[in-house]
Structures are given as C-alpha cells and as structure tokens.
C-alpha cells in the first residue's frame, strides 16, 4: 500500500479545471522532498509532468500546474481535453521507508 | 536521441531468477542516478530500486530487499536488475527511469518489460 492517497478519479467537462490531490505525512511531502507528477496514457510508459513541485519540462503545456503545502501536494490541470484523459500519480521520497514512493494513482475523464 | 530501452523480461516459475537489462542511448549514462519501477497489471506504479551514478548507493522497496539486486555497468551504459526468489507477485511490466541531476524525478522512461511469474 502506498503512502501517498490520491483519489482514485476525477472528471471534468472539456474546458474545465480539475485539481489532483497527493496526501502524504511526515517523513515525505510534510520533510520538504520534492513531489513528482506523471501522465499515463493508456498503454503507455508513464511520462514526467511536473518536477520539483512545480516546475514544468519542456514540452509540457502550463495548462499543467503543480503546488505543494504541508503533507499535501496538488496537479491541476485548466482547460481540459480530450487528450488529458490518463492515469497521474505523485511521487516523492519518503525518509521512513528511505527510498522513493508513488501515489496510489487518478484517473481523470474528461466528460 | 535521448532513451532507455529494457529486456530481459519473459515468463519464470515461482522460486526462479531473470536478469532484467536497460541500455541507455543519447546522454551521459554515468552522470546519472537509474531506477527501476514495475506496474503490475491492473494496478499502479510501484518503485522497485534507484542506484546512484557510481554504484555507491543503491535503495530497494522493502518487498525487494534480499531478493532484488541492482546494478550498472557505465561503460556499457547499462543498468541491471537481478531477481531471486520470484513471486506470482512480482508479475509486473518493469520500467527503467532516469533520475535527473537536480530534483531526482524520473525524466526518461522505456517502454517496459514484462515479467510473468507463473507455473
């Protein structure tokens, strides 16, 4: 079981804002590591969407936000698309378990 | 072009080892940290182990600890998973992961291989 919760979905109408949420504790996204978003499209190798709480690799539209507070991390994603429909998961280090953790993943439907 | 690309997977009977293998193309493989992370199917990405660019430290999920060995060899650029002692649930496709030099987050990804663990 991982220690990072997400909700296992949310849906948005296209044009939409949905936000993600990555509940951690202490010994992880609350001791200040960094949190990790991925994009799974179905069949696929995940794919890096937000580093270092907030930052963007090229290529990633800023439709993509990240942020992070106390043992909680966030993805929202603004302006929905068809195209946004996949798997997410936040990811960070986790000091208990000296060693990295994923979230236990969102799929997100675009309506 | 910058890529890792896995091999190495297939079918194994319980109790069995496979070495899993990921070459790497297109960057600087040895000034990088190298993770492996499987998915099993159905299910979410669960991380399996990270070695350090020089092999100096390397880091296992508690589940893998004493079965699973990671390795690398930065003149071949490869990086290397040696699995012992194998369960039906350790079924999973296994993807190789590069670490990036500043935050750590896994930046380049294969496409996987598969591993079944099957009688």
């Known amino acids: 079981q991982s220690v990072l919760t997400q909700p296992p979905s949310v849906s948005g109408a296209p044009g939409q804002r949905v936000t993600i949420s990555c509940t951690g504790s202490s010994s992880n996204i609350g001791a200040n590591y960094d949190v990790h978003w991925y994009q799974q499209l179905p069949q696929t190798a995940p794919k890096l969407l937000i580093y270092a709480n907030n930052d963007r690799p090229s290529g990633v539209p800023d439709r993509f936000s990240g942020s992070k507070s106390g043992t909680s991390a966030s993805l929202a994603i603004t302006g929905l698309q068809a195209e946004d429909e996949a798997d997410y998961y936040c990811?960070?280090?986790?000091?208990?378990?000296?060693?990295?953790?994923f979230g236990t993943g969102t799929k997100v439907t675009v309506l | 072009e910058v890529q890792v690309v896995e091999s190495g997977g297939g079918l194994v009977q319980p109790g069995g080892s496979l070495r899993l293998s990921c070459a790497a193309s297109?960057?600087?493989?040895?000034?990088?940290?190298m993770n492996w992370v499987r998915q099993a199917p159905g299910k979410g990405l669960e991380w399996v182990s990270y070695?350090?660019?020089?092999?100096?430290?390397?880091w296992y999920a508690d589940s893998m600890k004493g079965r699973f060995t990671v390795s690398r060899d930065n003149a071949k650029n490869s990086l290397y998973l040696q699995m012992n002692s194998l369960r039906a649930e350790d079924t999973a496709v296994y993807y190789c992961?590069?670490?990036?030099?500043?935050?750590?987050?896994?930046?380049?990804w294969g496409q996987g291989t598969m591993v079944t663990v099957s009688s």
């Open positions: 990811q960070s280090y986790d000091s208990s378990l000296s060693g990295y953790v």
């Open positions: 070695i350090t660019s020089g092999s100096t430290t390397k």
């Open positions: 992961a590069r670490a990036t030099l500043m935050s750590r987050a896994f930046d380049i």
């Open positions: 297109g960057f600087t493989f040895s000034s990088h940290g």
